[in-house]
């Protein structure tokens, strides 16, 4: 599977975007529009090793809720994600078994690479 979760509102989201020069063989999946389901965030989870990893604890809601002086766990990292679109750390790159979660430069040039090998 070759898929790219992102943001369409998310002006960063959108400069990586363009820079990756996306093979038509990529879904996009804009999540404002489109939310994670479950099941997605389960298959996304398999990847990456935890919830956590999938995270943005520089999300909004993040600090507006004060998240950082509570102790989240796993499952907390889930429903969160679930419950609202800002806690997943975007872009998330999708292909096959790699997955490339974030918008660190270096996490960028990572995927472009393995995007055009």
Same mark, same amino acid.
């Given at each position: 599977?070759? /898929?790219?979760?992102?943001?369409?509102?998310?002006?960063?989201?959108?400069?990586?975007?363009?820079?990756?020069?996306?093979?038509?063989?990529f879904?996009?999946?804009?999540?404002?529009?489109?939310?994670?389901?479950?099941?997605?965030l389960?298959a996304?989870?398999?990847?990456?090793?935890?919830?956590?990893?999938?995270?943005?604890?520089?999300?909004?809601?993040?600090?507006e809720?004060?998240l950082?002086? /509570?102790?989240?766990?796993?499952?907390?990292? /889930?429903?969160?994600i679930?419950?609202?679109?800002?806690?997943? /750390?975007?872009?998330?790159?999708?292909?096959?078994?790699?997955?490339?979660?974030?918008?660190?430069k270096?996490t960028?040039?990572?995927?472009k690479?393995k995007?055009?090998?």
């Amino acid at each position: 599977m070759k /898929k790219i979760y992102y943001l369409s509102t998310c002006s960063t989201c959108k400069r990586i975007l363009s820079a990756l020069e996306i093979p038509s063989s990529f879904v996009l999946q804009d999540i404002k529009t489109n939310p994670l389901t479950e099941k997605e965030l389960e298959a996304l989870k398999e990847l990456s090793g935890s919830y956590e990893a999938l995270f943005s604890k520089r999300a909004q809601l993040y600090i507006e809720r004060n998240l950082k002086r /509570k102790s989240l766990i796993e499952n907390d990292y /889930k429903t969160l994600i679930l419950e609202h679109y800002t806690f997943l /750390k975007r872009p998330v790159i999708i292909m096959d078994q790699f997955i490339f979660i974030g918008n660190a430069k270096a996490t960028i040039e990572q995927a472009k690479i393995k995007m055009h090998e």
